[in-house]
């Protein structure tokens, strides 16, 4: 892929930039749109209100630990809508609950990982994010 889209739904202003940081540095030419809870990311990706124009995004990078609505209520509504459910969703979280897991698994998240504590493995983790989603998969092309 030339040009990747992405939305990053997280609440945490640090993890924002980064994960903004790690992907600039990386390979790829990506674009990070962010928002910050439920609610925000469901506009976002329906085009409603101040984002009519947004983009459709190629990849979803979504916390659990979310206001408004969390991030397992997003993920169901995205997967039960038919133009979002297309997107690959990964759960980008600090939670490491087994119930979690189990939960977004049954809800069609493409994969859960594991925020790192540490600046190296976040790294690490946004490289292998990049090089699993954007060098070896292959995408349906967007309607």
């Known amino acids: 892929m030339d040009n990747v889209q992405i939305l990053l739904v997280e609440d945490n202003p640090a993890d924002v930039v980064l994960t ?4 600039i540095s990386g390979k790829i030419i990506v674009n990070i749109d962010d928002v910050s809870d439920g609610v925000e990311a469901l506009s976002y990706l329906k085009k409603e209100g101040e984002y009519t124009n947004a983009p459709t995004p190629d990849l979803i990078l979504l916390d659990l630990n979310l206001p408004k609505k969390n991030g397992i209520e997003v993920l169901a509504e995205i997967k039960a809508d038919r133009h979002l459910k297309k997107i690959p969703v990964v759960i980008l979280t600090s939670s490491n609950a087994e119930r979690d897991i189990v939960k977004t698994y049954n809800l069609h ?9 540490d600046l190296a493995g976040f790294a690490e ?12 998969v292959k995408f349906p092309k967007k309607d």
């Open 20 to 23: 903004k940081e790690n992907f």
């Open 125 to 136: 983790i946004v490289q292998a994010i990049e090089g699993f989603w954007f060098k070896v």
């Open 109 to 117: 998240a493409s994969s859960y990982v594991m925020k790192p504590v």
